[in-house]
């Protein structure tokens, strides 16, 4: 017994010293051997590793949830993200359905913020999963079914605003030899990439006639480079036993010099040459000098935008980057990024996958831009009954005396409000302050008292704006509005303030 107790004590010493040794050998140079740091010296990849070298030949993922094997060495995403292959094998469902009329609604309010910022194009380009483009090459039980979550989703928003990138490409695999896609890798390769970009010219063309794009030679392959597996043999623990092909293309060598700057702190991050970009969690800007169009560009976009960025950057002068989910996120920075950036185009580049997520974290923000003289005035409010405020000396002008302030407006001239564009309301504060919160409600016809339902908050600026009415949350659009009641609640700051009739109208 005692000697069976030794012999176990000795076999685990033994291995305790094995385990540092085989790392220490199997280190790829001498700058990752670490001998003061447990996790080098005890790390067990190399346990995985040799078992993934035992079941791959099988067909067998040693973490099936990252990871697919397919056929003839390609590799697929699993189901941990986003259910890529059960997504891709289901029918689309009423859920489905659902989702892409709610995206397309949202894409819709989106592109009217837009418009009313000066953004001349919007488009949403999706790029394919592999499983997608190479359906030959996935398992036979993970074959992708017609109509799935997918074309349900692209069937309800506008085609001229998403821009399926599918026929491009599984055109391009029939009339090339190369692969447009890395076989160890999730995404699609610069050639690919360089496809998918043709195709997202050709659509934004249509709509700026005027813009260049790279000539056909920028897309052929200059040469083709053996690297290391990609993410999905990373995965398996095989990188370096399966290997891969990157091609490389001509745009490459184009005279495009590239400067990549922090959006927010201003610092220099990069000069040189006009290298691929990872998508990045912070905002940048990549000013590129020899480009074809001196345009600005609001590029949110994800991994399958890293291919993509040197042709963006031949292309576009001044592209602000930054992944799309971050964006878009509650709280996040899109509206502040088209305000400051002032952008004449906004792209979205979204993995198939994501699709479905695109908008589900945010609603699209009310758009208020400045009155100008193109205003065309429909139908005038007038005061209807002023709660906890007190009247100035001069017209209009009012003092807050109590948490409830707010002015009760009723509206004549049915017609011109059914057709109105925007409201504009006129609030100056006497303080200066450059904005004030309001709560907008609003009384349809037939309905007896103001509710939540039909409410709003805005941070309005301060003076003569226009409130987009298309991009009010439930604003009944083609119905009756006959009152409005505009709820003033400044804490500390703009506690006086004049508050002119507001109007409903049209501006050009």
Not at 101 to 122: C, H
Not at 284 to 309: H, M, P
Not at 340 to 349: A, I, L, N, R, S
């Amino acid at each position: 017994m005692k000697r069976s107790v030794i012999v176990f004590l000795l076999s685990i010493l033994l291995v305790l010293f094995c385990i540092p040794a085989i790392n220490i050998i199997s280190a790829p140079d001498k700058s990752a051997i670490k001998l003061t740091q447990k996790s080098f010296l005890y790390n067990m990849d190399f346990v995985a590793s040799w078992t993934s070298k035992l079941l791959y030949p099988l067909g067998i993922s040693i973490d099936s949830k990252q990871v697919i094997i397919g056929k003839n060495d390609w590799l697929f995403l699993g189901d941990q993200y986003r259910k890529t292959i059960s997504n891709g094998r289901r029918p689309a469902t009423d859920a489905d359905v659902a989702i892409g009329k709610q995206i397309a609604t949202s894409t819709k309010n989106w592109n009217t913020f837009l418009e009313d910022k000066g953004v001349k194009i919007f488009r949403i380009m999706i790029g394919p999963d592999k499983g997608s483009i190479y359906p030959e090459q996935l398992p036979s039980w993970a074959k992708p079914v017609p109509f799935n979550p997918t074309d349900a989703l692209l069937a309800e928003v506008e085609p001229q605003r998403f821009i399926d990138l599918r026929p491009a490409l599984l055109a391009g695999k029939k009339n090339h030899a190369e692969d447009l896609y890395f076989k160890t890798d999730t995404h699609w390769n610069a050639f690919g990439a360089g496809i998918a970009f043709k195709a997202f010219a050709h659509e934004v063309g249509k709509a700026a006639p005027e813009l260049k794009w790279p000539s056909e030679e920028a897309y052929g392959i200059a040469r083709i480079k053996q690297i290391n597996g990609g993410d999905l043999a990373k995965f398996l623990r095989l990188s370096t036993s399966l290997p891969d092909k990157e091609p490389l293309l001509n745009a490459g060598n184009l005279p495009i010099k590239t400067t990549r700057i922090d959006y927010t702190t201003h610092q220099i991050l990069f000069e040189g040459g006009n290298p691929e970009v990872n998508a990045p969690k912070k905002p940048i800007i990549v000013k590129s000098e020899g480009a074809l169009n001196n345009k600005r560009v609001l590029w949110l976009r994800d991994s399958f935008g890293t291919s993509l960025a040197p042709l963006m950057a031949a292309t576009f002068s001044d592209v602000l980057q930054l992944h799309w989910s971050v964006a878009t996120e509650p709280g996040g920075d899109f509206a502040q990024l088209v305000e400051e950036w002032k952008p004449d185009y906004v792209f979205f580049t979204v993995v198939e996958r994501e699709a479905q997520t695109l908008w589900e974290s945010d609603l699209p923000v009310i758009s208020v831009i400045p009155k100008n003289e193109n205003f065309q005035i429909g139908s005038i409010g007038k005061p209807s009954k002023i709660n906890q405020l007190t009247t100035g000396p001069s017209a209009n002008e009012f003092e807050m005396k109590g948490d409830d302030a707010y002015v009760d407006f009723s509206f004549s001239s049915k017609d011109a409000r059914i057709s109105a564009q925007y409201l504009n309301i006129d609030l100056t504060c006497t303080d200066g302050s450059p904005t004030v919160p309001v709560q907008l409600f609003w009384m349809e016809n037939g309905q007896a008292y103001y509710d939540e339902a039909h409410s709003t908050r805005i941070l309005l600026r301060t003076g003569q704006s226009l409130i987009n009415l298309k991009t009010i949350p439930k604003w009944p659009q083609g119905d009756d509005i006959k009152r409005v009641r505009v709820d003033v609640e400044a804490l500390k700051n703009c506690t006086r303030f004049t508050l002119g009739n507001p109007s409903f109208g049209v501006q050009e």
